[in-house]
Antibody, heavy 120, light 107 residues
Framework: EVQLVESGGGLVQPGGSLRLSCAAS????????MHWVRQAPGKGLEWLSY????????YYADSVKGRFTISRDNAKNSLFLQMSSLRAEDTAVYYC?????????????WGQGTLVTVSS | DIQMTQSPSSLSASVGDRVTITCRAS??????LSWYQQKPGKAPKLLIY???ILQSGVPSTFSASGSGTDFTLTISSLQPEDFATYYC?????????FGQGTKLEIK
């Protein structure tokens, strides 16, 4: 069974840093690209970042470029999101999601999310 | 960036109704479009990929169509468990933008 489990969320002050983790199991992690997507309270989904299966290619949304860094440890089946210079508007539930391809690309499995609250 | 616009933003319907949600891309995305269902407090769930292909395990009351810039998601006969928020997402180019969501509520 495919499982994605996020951790690392919590309360952080504006300007602070936080590192989110996503533990993957039930599939060959090294074969899949991964994404981070967030959802602010009461708002819609916002795509944040992509990392290729090898970890050599990354993309970011403009809203987090230069502040967030996506990475992965294929030996440990783990995905990470290092967040710095956090702002109140970064408050959201953060999801990791697997990226698959069958004719088109899509996120077929999602974690349960981890809540990040940026507040003083 | 490609903008994804869903309509309507909210919709009230009854069990058994047929409903259609529309998603429009600001430029052609061919068939690089997926649909997700999200219930309160839960992660999104993939319903449709490649614009019209039903994900395994999704009821056949869901269907979708479209290509290029205009896409639709149809639920042929609403069930109580279908009341949720629905999002489209383009996977043609980064940033992989979502529509703003359509909240489907019980009338």
């Amino acid at each position: 069974e495919v499982q994605l489990v996020e951790s690392g969320g919590g309360l952080v002050q504006p300007g602070g840093s936080l590192r989110l983790s996503c533990a993957a199991s039930g599939f060959t992690f090294t074969s899949y690209s991964m994404h981070w997507v967030r959802q602010a309270p009461g708002k819609g989904l916002e795509w944040l970042s992509y990392i290729s299966s090898s970890g050599t290619t990354m993309y970011y949304a403009d809203s987090v470029k230069g502040r967030f860094t996506i990475s992965r440890d294929n030996a440990k089946n783990s995905l990470f999101l290092q967040m710095s210079s956090l702002r109140a508007e970064d408050t959201a539930v953060y999801y990791c999601a697997r990226w698959d391809y069958r004719i088109s690309w899509f996120n077929d499995y999602w974690g349960q999310g981890t809540l990040v609250t940026v507040s003083s | 960036d490609i903008q994804m616009t869903q309509s309507p933003s909210s919709l009230s319907a009854s069990v058994g109704d047929r409903v259609t949600i529309t998603c429009r891309a600001s430029q052609s995305i061919r068939n690089y479009l997926s649909w997700y269902q999200q219930k309160p407090g839960k992660a999104p769930k993939l319903l449709i990929y490649a614009a019209s292909i039903l994900q395994s395990g999704v009821p056949s009351t869901f269907s979708a169509s479209g290509s290029g810039t205009d896409f639709t998601l149809t639920i042929s006969s609403l069930q109580p468990e279908d009341f949720a928020t629905y999002y489209c997402q383009q996977s043609f180019s980064t940033p992989y933008t979502f529509g703003q969501g359509t909240k489907l509520e019980i009338k």
